[in-house]
């Protein structure tokens, strides 16, 4: 069953409690999503880092309810 993009944002603020997170619904289908998430304490995290920040909020949900996620991650300017 597909994920909520609503979901998918909560998971990521509990997990990264100071981020701005936006949801993008890619093809309509629930399955295939983007998010762009800012957050102040990935400033001094990798891109890498930030990233699997971002998927360990999902709680290991990526390849399973949660098909594909286009992520693109920042720090505040």
Known sequence: MPMAAADIE????AGIPDADVSITDL????????????AE????????????AVYA???GRMGGELHALQLTTA???
Not at 29 to 37: P, R, T
């Open 27 to 38: 093809a309509g289908d629930g399955d295939h999503y983007a998010a762009h998430v800012v």
């Open 75 to 77: 720090v505040p300017s």
């Open 57 to 59: 909020a999902l709680g």
């Open 41 to 52: 304490s990935f400033r001094p995290m990798s891109r890498i880092a930030r990233q699997r």
């Open 10 to 13: 909560a998971l990521i603020k």
